[in-house]
């Protein structure tokens, strides 16, 4: 089975620019998650949607930032304008509805803002 | 509200040694916990959870984490490592409330000595 699929997998640009990243779910799998790793503050959940709603954005750093989730298929999370400190590795996941469902990761999208 | 602590940043321990993570959560009712394993330049994979029952639970590639609701713990151990095991190793308790969300501790950082 194929499992949460991420693009690109690597993104260098420069600070200013718009940054798209995007996420194919685990078909069937009704929640989705973003999130952010870096060195300083781990693992940190951005937005996540049910059934293509968002529920939680309240880990959004800043306004720059802006998640959609047209279908059940798809997700981008969007940097606009991008910063420096916007460097970081964004992860997706996906999990089934209910309290013990595990959520099943992406292999990251390695952020560089120069 | 619900909390994980990874009281231990960074471990080495020699191939072939036994290992014990440790893990210590905060939440109201019964927890629903997890393990998840994250490989250089990789998304988290699921390691094993525990939501019910035997207090015991095996997971994959040779770990198991043991439920103390007395301690407040779900360390994660393995008898014998290898050298692959080398990663950073998250524990994670789903929040109150459901929603699939999951809250996740500060990770482990596993070394393994030649």
């Known amino acids: 089975d194929a499992g949460v699929i991420q693009s690109p997998r690597h993104e260098v640009t420069e600070m200013g620019q718009e940054v798209t990243l995007r996420c194919k779910p685990i078909s069937g799998h009704d929640y989705l998650f973003w999130y952010r790793q870096t060195m300083m503050r781990g693992l940190e959940l951005l937005i996540y949607?049910?059934?293509?709603?968002?529920?939680?954005d309240s880990g959004m750093p800043e306004d720059r930032f802006s998640a959609k989730m047209p279908n059940a298929s798809f997700s981008t999370l969007k940097i606009q304008p991008s910063e420096p400190r916007d460097s970081a590795v964004y992860f997706c996941?996906?999990?089934?509805?209910?309290?013990?469902?595990?959520?099943?990761f992406g292999d990251g999208t390695r952020l560089s803002i120069l | 509200a619900q909390s994980v602590t990874q009281p231990d940043i960074h471990i080495t321990v020699s191939e072939g040694a036994s290992l014990e993570l440790r893990c210590n959560y905060s939440?109201?009712?019964?927890?629903?916990l997890f393990w998840y394993v994250q490989s250089p330049g990789q998304g988290l994979q699921l390691l094993l959870k525990?939501?019910?029952?035997?207090?015991l639970v095996q997971g994959i590639k040779g770990f198991e984490a043991e439920f103390k609701r007395s301690q407040s713990s779900f360390n994660l151990r393995k008898p014998s490592v290898h050298w692959s095991d080398a990663a950073e190793y998250f524990c994670?308790?789903?929040?109150?409330?459901?929603?699939?969300?999951?809250?996740f501790g500060s990770g482990t950082r596993l070394s393994i000595r030649p």
């Open positions: 994670a308790v789903g929040a109150e409330g459901g929603a699939s969300k999951i809250i």
């Open positions: 525990y939501f019910s029952g035997d207090t």
């Open positions: 996941a996906s999990s089934l509805t209910g309290d013990n469902q595990p959520q099943h």
């Open positions: 939440y109201g009712a019964t927890p629903y």
């Open positions: 949607f049910n059934n293509n709603v968002p529920i939680d």
